[in-house]
């Protein structure tokens, strides 16, 4: 049961909002505070014990909140609130139970809650310790195994510089300038990858850090990436994605 709550948001509509859906669909629990910024969140943290859960939006007045895990371990569920869309909260969706778009609706954060309350009722999962294990992966992917003639080979994620998808089907380039077809959909692969090095700048493309060379503004708020080892390609970056891909390049 979800007893206590602690909301990080600097929007006071979207905040209220937040306390009346709570208030709806779980009158018992308790919010302990409202935090407006990055430095407010890490010394609440700082002094006092872990709530069930955490309310969490991503950009606040001070900061990306993705900055708190870098000053505080953090060992509560999060329910990420957010703006952006579902790639840009996936990318740092380390020990989040679920993200929800803003306006939050009453349905989403029931089926949220839902989720929570779920996993902690498992026997394999009562501990917080246990519930951290569920949520968080311990390793990303490091490799993979293709078929290759009569037999398999091995490529390793070091060697990609970026995947894209084309005709439904999912291509790796490498940095010798090979490609690779590989069978996991941009949606498997974009679990599956690490996020500090990964970033689905739109639905046919997943780029590496390291590959990438140059970015510029383009149209309407948009952003162009410019790849070092395949400057052919036009990779661009929505408007709305813009503020997270900056933060991750930033991170």
């Not at 909140?65 to 609130?81: A, H, M, R």
């Not at 046919?204 to 790849?227: A, R, S």
Request: charged share 30%; glycine share 2%.
């Amino acid at each position: 049961m979800i007893k206590n709550i602690l909301i990080i948001e600097d929007e006071k509509p979207n905040s209220d909002r937040l306390k009346r859906l709570i208030a709806l669909l779980r009158p018992n629990a308790r919010i302990l505070a409202v935090l407006e910024t990055v430095s407010e969140s890490v010394n609440w943290f700082s002094g006092n014990d872990n709530p069930d859960l955490v309310m969490m939006d991503v950009r606040l007045a001070d900061g990306i909140s993705f900055d708190i895990f870098e000053k505080i371990e953090l060992k509560c569920p999060i329910i990420f609130t957010t703006a952006y869309d579902e790639y840009a909260v996936r990318a740092f969706k380390f020990n989040s139970v679920d993200y929800l778009l803003k306006p939050v609706e009453q349905e989403e954060l029931a089926a949220a809650f839902e989720k929570l309350e779920s996993i902690t009722q498992t026997e394999q999962h009562k501990s917080i310790e246990g519930l951290m294990n569920f949520l968080q992966p311990k390793e990303f992917r490091s490799r993979f195994l293709l078929p290759y003639r009569d037999g398999y080979k091995t490529v390793l994620v070091s060697e990609i510089s970026c995947f894209y998808s084309e005709l439904k089907i999912t291509r790796a380039k490498l940095d010798n300038g090979k490609e690779e077809i590989i069978p996991q959909t941009m949606e498997e692969l974009e679990s599956q990858l690490n996020p500090k090095y990964f970033f689905r700048a739109n639905r046919q493309f997943i780029i590496h850090v390291d590959d990438i060379l140059q970015v510029h503004n383009y149209f309407n708020g948009k952003l162009k990436v410019e790849l070092k080892k395949n400057p052919e390609l036009e990779i661009l970056i929505s408007r709305e994605k813009a503020p997270v891909f900056k933060a991750w390049m930033d991170y």
